[in-house]
């Protein structure tokens, strides 16, 4: 399978903490996104991490990539009320513009004010 | 700059009819690719057009087919619909060549119920 597994399938926490969900894979990777659907709503794009990357950052959003495990992770912190929403994580195989993109069923989360 | 568009937002319709949904790209992106995500589910990727062909194609059945224009806007097509296809449509836009190749814009999406 292509698509990347989410774990865990929801997370519940109080607003101010932080929160973390995990990402399997089973092939190599050209690349990694992650993104967030609001209910019901279209996906919006947070983050692309390349195979030869680490770690990014983009505001209170950190990832990690571990090629070797076939992982990833993104961290949430100091999180929202705004912040609840289903995050997907999709694994990219392929160079160029393949525009599949393979999603799993993703990490529910629900931040508590 | 207008993100990406689709229309109509809500549809209803009864099984073994025909539907044709909608979706105008980002402003610069040329390549178009349509999801079908059930309730509780992740998206499943439909088909992807560029230069007015589908170049790419997920596990769906012909009944699905689509449509790409000069100006890069797209349609998507569902014949003889069953109860099993309602679920929210998204359509997705992204720029072949350059920075943000490989990122997608999502539209809001178009709702459709079979009854």
């Known amino acids: 399978s292509q698509q990347g597994e989410e774990d865990p399938q929801a997370l519940s926490i109080q607003e101010g903490e932080n929160a973390t969900m995990n990402c399997s894979y089973k092939?190599?990777?050209?690349?990694l996104q992650w993104y967030r659907q609001n209910s019901g709503r279209g996906l919006v794009h947070l983050i692309l991490?390349?195979?030869?990357?680490r770690e990014k950052h983009s505001g209170r959003l950190r990832v990690t990539l571990d090629t070797s495990k076939k992982s990833s992770s993104l961290l949430i912190t100091a999180s929202r009320a705004a912040d609840t929403a289903s995050y997907f994580c999709?694994?990219?195989?392929?160079?160029?513009?393949?525009?599949?993109?393979?999603f799993g069923q993703g990490t529910t989360l629900q931040v508590k004010p | 700059d207008a993100g990406v568009t689709q229309s109509p937002t809500h549809l209803i319709k009864t099984r073994g009819q025909q539907v044709t949904l909608r979706c105008s790209p980002k402003?610069?992106?040329?390549?178009v690719s349509w999801y079908q995500q059930a309730l509780g589910q992740g998206p499943q990727f439909i088909f992807q057009?560029?230069?007015?062909?589908?170049?790419q194609r997920g596990n769906f059945p012909d009944r699905f087919s689509g449509h790409q224009f000069p100006n890069y806007s797209s349609e998507l097509n569902v014949n003889a619909l069953l109860l099993g296809d309602s679920a929210l449509y998204l359509c997705?836009?992204?720029?072949?060549?350059?920075?943000?190749?490989?990122?997608?814009?999502f539209g809001p999406g178009t709702r459709l119920t079979v009854l």
């Open positions: 057009y560029y230069e007015e062909e589908e170049r």
């Open positions: 991490i390349r195979s030869n990357e």
């Open positions: 999709a694994p990219v195989h392929g160079s160029g513009n393949t525009g599949k993109l393979i």
């Open positions: 092939t190599s990777i050209n690349n």
């Open positions: 997705a836009s992204s720029p072949e060549t350059g920075l943000g190749q490989n990122e997608q814009f």
């Open positions: 402003s610069g992106h040329d390549t």
